[in-house]
């Protein structure tokens, strides 16, 4: 498991994902809510994953928030995780 801060937050987006890629990982997850991805401009995230060649699966987590239910809980393997987090 590897956590960053959101791809394309610092750096372009190409630039993060190549570099993610650079470390083998073969799944991405986002935990961004649509709001947090859309004021990152991140709302091709999923295509821009998929060109490199990785998986991406989205799920939505609201900052400062316990997932309960069982659609939050459901992935079991993340090769990549990250939040918006502070800078």
């Not at 991805?37 to 998929?50: D, K, Q, S, T, Y």
Request: aromatic share 12%; glycine share 6%; hydrophobic share 40%.
């Amino acid at each position: 498991i590897w956590m960053s801060h959101a791809p394309g937050k610092f750096r372009t987006l190409r630039e993060d994902l190549a570099q993610v890629k650079s470390y083998q990982v073969d799944l991405v997850v986002t935990l961004l809510s649509e709001e947090e991805m859309e004021i990152l401009g991140l709302n091709h995230m999923g295509a821009a994953v998929e060109a490199e060649g990785m998986s991406w699966k989205y799920v939505e987590l609201r900052d400062k928030w316990i997932p309960w239910d069982a659609k939050h809980c459901r992935l079991r393997f993340f090769s990549l995780g990250y939040c918006q987090g502070s800078t």
